[in-house]
């Protein structure tokens, strides 16, 4: 290819899960597992851990109660979503804000639940 008025040779390519892998900073072995199927994608285990370790900071004891908000709707409508959601402690699962606001208002102390 001709860069900046001189020939620079391609020596590789990397597609848009192997360049993912240097964005999310996967340097190290273990830190990305990368399966091939129908199509390449690539987990990051660390935001897995990350996200388990979040609602467990907010949801420490089986009597404990809440809400936690994931925004991002790849939780849900990517199939490696399922990896994040497994990783959770079971749990209710819904689209529906006012479910989630009615849940919040039984449990909340005082409340009666």
């Known amino acids: 290819a001709d860069l900046f008025g001189r ?4 020596l590789g390519v990397a597609g848009d899960q192997q360049a993912a ?3 999310q900073a996967c340097f190290e072995p273990g830190m990305l597992k990368s ?5 390449c994608f690539a987990q990051v285990p660390e935001a897995v851990i990350t996200l388990k370790q979040g609602v467990g900071r907010l949801i420490r004891d ?3 109660l809440g809400v936690c908000v994931l925004c991002d709707p790849r939780v849900t409508a990517k199939a490696y979503g399922r990896v994040f959601l497994a990783s959770l402690p079971p749990m209710p699962v819904t689209h529906d804000v006012e479910q989630a606001t009615a849940f919040l208002a039984q449990t909340r102390p005082g409340s009666g639940a």
Not at 35 to 39: E, H, L, N, P
């Open 35 to 39: 399966t091939y199927g129908t199509g």
């Open 62 to 64: 089986p009597d404990d």
């Open 7 to 10: 020939e620079v040779p391609i």
């Open 21 to 23: 892998t240097v964005g």
